[in-house]
């Protein structure tokens, strides 16, 4: 089983910035892929980005640019650093962990982007 917990969630105006953190725990494989996926009022929860334990990343094309998703394997910590954000951007932000075949979500953090 793995435990996530997310933080660094808030309220900031449109063009400012957010680090979202995800501490994980539990029985964390080597071999695994973290990632950051939202869900708007309304909408569908989507990909905002991937990392591997590797390194290799992936992004939405509405973040590329703006986001920077970064892990520290030695700390089972995951990041999101968000950058000129945009009221689109307004969504409950949920860290997740793929491995051996399972998923494992986060309870999630409210990101709101308003003036």
């Known amino acids: 089983q793995v435990h996530l917990v997310e933080s660094g969630g808030g309220l900031v105006q449109p063009g400012g910035s957010l680090r979202l953190s995800c501490a994980a725990s539990?029985?964390?494989?080597?071999?695994?892929?973290m990632g950051w996926y939202r869900q708007a009022p309304g909408k569908q929860r989507e990909l905002v980005a991937t990392i591997t334990s590797g390194g290799d990343t992936n992004y939405a094309d509405s973040v590329k640019g703006r986001f920077s998703i970064s892990r520290d394997n030695a700390r089972n910590t995951l990041h999101l650093q968000m950058n000129s954000l945009e009221p689109d951007d307004t969504a409950v932000y949920y860290c997740?962990?793929?491995?051996?075949?399972?998923?494992?979500w986060g309870q999630g953090t409210q990101v709101t982007v308003s003036s």
């Open positions: 539990g029985s964390i494989f080597r071999f695994n892929v």
């Open positions: 997740t962990l793929k491995q051996g075949g399972f998923s494992f």
